[in-house]
């Protein structure tokens, strides 16, 4: 599986931005597909993810309330729409595919890693 994630940017505190993550190559095989973000300095942490089926959505209870992630099964993507975006929200984003979990939020339980969107929210 091979991720290409699109769609960051640059946005003012409170504004949106949506981050797009195309997946190619066994996409059949993934069972959850996750964002996880990474600031300057700390660990790469968790921010949602969704099941293959739509069925399973989890948020960290740092996005909770503010992102949308959502799948699309036929174009194989994967999209996070954020909004009331905060200057903490600036990192870079990276999407996630598991071909075993069908949720997590541990970076371990995921085996393809797309390369990565820089969101920077000035305050």
């Known amino acids: 599986v091979q991720l290409q994630a699109s769609g960051g940017g640059l946005v003012q505190a409170g504004g949106s931005l949506s981050l797009s993550c195309a997946a190619s190559?066994?996409?059949?095989?993934?069972?959850?597909m996750a964002w996880f973000r990474q600031a300057p300095g700390k660990e790469r942490e968790f921010a949602a993810v969704i099941s293959r089926s739509g069925g399973t959505i989890i948020y960290s209870d740092s996005v909770k309330g503010r992102f949308t992630i959502s799948r699309d099964i036929a174009k194989n993507t994967v999209s996070l729409q954020m909004s009331s975006l905060k200057p903490e929200d600036t990192a870079v984003y990276y999407c996630?595919?598991?071909?075993?979990?069908?949720?997590?939020?541990?970076?371990?339980?995921?085996?393809?890693w797309g390369q990565g969107t820089q969101v920077t929210v000035s305050s």
């Open positions: 996630a595919a598991s071909l075993r979990f069908t949720f997590s939020a541990r970076v371990r339980d995921f085996d393809y």
């Open positions: 190559g066994r996409t059949v095989s993934w069972q959850a």
